[in-house]
């Protein structure tokens, strides 16, 4: 094994005890761009490995979602299907686990006219409403993650070959992460009480 897979490996441990807080027994949706597959599949293993009763992975294809805006009819910007906000829903009330891994792309939506763009965001989250509640009332266990994406790195290091944009990205990622550490869930584990007892007030 590489360094690199090491610290992948390392980094799925990480999102699935300390980000997601998974918990035996739960159901863990992921939505995943294509591009990082690799740890999503990390990820999966070590859902397992924690317990989990059953992993699903949406996957996120960018020349998919540019297909739509490119050659969908009028219409298609105003819907957002019923069965996939249900399906939300239904994971919080169920008690299940969200993670999703969310990688900006200046460039996806170039040369697309933009109301297509807004009204395609309006419908999802009229659609997401009951869903989205739960987010913000903590009702479930959600957590929104980066990995690099060669779109991204380009953006963050253009002035680097593009050889070495997406492993720069990764560095950076684990730095942030603290997954350079021997053991980084313990490290963080540390990090939150720290921070827990940092916000009690003063006897």
Known sequence: MSSFEANLEKYAELVVKIGVNLQPGQILFIESPLETADLTRQIVKKAY????KYVEVHWDDEQVTRARFE???????????EWKARLM???????????????????????????????ATKAAAVARETYQGYVRSKKFSWCLIKAPTRAWAAKVFPELPEEERVPAMWDTVFRMNRVYHEDPVAEWRRHIEHLKKARQPAE
């Not at 490995?49 to 989990?52: D, I, M, R, T």
């Not at 686990?97 to 040369?111: C, F, H, M, S, T």
Request: aromatic residues 8%.
């Open 49 to 52: 490995n924690a317990g989990a």
């Open 89 to 119: 829903e239904q994971l919080a009330e169920g008690g299940g686990a969200l993670l999703n891994i969310k990688v900006p792309d200046p460039e996806l939506y170039r040369g697309i006219e933009s109301s297509k763009v807004t009204r």
């Open 71 to 81: 050659h969908a009819p009028d219409e298609s910007f105003s819907y957002y299907p």
